[in-house]
Structures are given as C-alpha cells and as structure tokens.
C-alpha cells in the first residue's frame, strides 16, 4: 500500500533542476495514507522535500502520528531523508516506527526511526526543571 502510494507520487514531483524525484507516503495509527513528494523552487533552499510534504499532509488531514514511512527515489542505493526531514519524522514517530527506504528498480532497506536519526533531538532537551 505505502510502496503503490509513494510510487505514484514520485510521478508527480516538480523537479525540473535536479531531475531526482521522491516520494513518500505514511501510514498514521488511524491506517490513513498520507503522501507527498519534492516540490524544486530555483532558489534551492525554497525546495520541499517529499518526507516533509508527507508530514504536512498529515497534520492538514487531522492525524499527528506516524505509524509507518516509505521513501522512494530513482536511486541505485535506497536513498535516506536528509537531516531536517530525519528531525520532522522524529518529531511524530516513536522511536520504534518502520522507516522503508526504496530504489525504484526493487531495492529496499528497512530500519527503525532510532536507526535513522541516533541521538534525536527532543522536546525534553528543552526542560529545565
């Protein structure tokens, strides 16, 4: 279901500079799907990444868990989120969840939220009582 999902949304990636499209989908605990691909902007700072506007789905859509993530790319390897979208995913997603990395020919690469991101930042970093 996430690898159907995120496979059609790579399609629909605007990435005219880098020519890399990506897509993601995740599953939140209710079983919605949520997707989101990368949106390019000229000044490349400006871009989304997939991951991101997956997330951005999600809390549009009312759900603020991230029960399982699949990433898909045109990649030899599985290719992984970049840093900040590491941070995103953490921010709704224990440390347990199912992250999927995939390569468009079949590739695929599974691991846990803590295996992506070790050392994540959080909101109890913050305390200071």
């Keep these: 279901m996430l690898l ?6 790579r399609e629909r990636a605007y990435a005219p500079y880098s020519r890399f499209k990506v897509g ?3 599953r939140s605990p209710s079983g919605a799907v ?10 490349y700072p400006e871009g989304t990444c997939a991951e991101a506007g997956a997330i951005a789905a999600m809390i549009a859509a009312g ?5 399982e993530i699949l ?3 045109d990649s030899p390897e ?3 989120p970049c840093g ?3 941070q995103k995913i953490a921010e709704f997603a224990a440390q347990d969840v199912r992250v999927t990395l995939c390569t468009t020919d079949g590739k695929s690469k599974v691991m846990s939220v803590a295996d992506l991101l070790p050392g994540v ?3 109890a970093h913050m305390d200071r009582t």
């Design 84 to 86: 900040g979208c590491r």
């Design 78 to 80: 599985p290719v992984p």
């Design 4 to 9: 159907q999902a995120a496979t059609a949304v």
């Design 34 to 43: 949520h997707v989101g691909c990368n949106v390019e902007n000229v000044a």
């Design 63 to 67: 759900d603020t868990a991230i029960a």
């Design 71 to 73: 990433v898909i790319a």
């Design 24 to 26: 993601a989908a995740l």
């Design 121 to 123: 930042f959080t909101a």
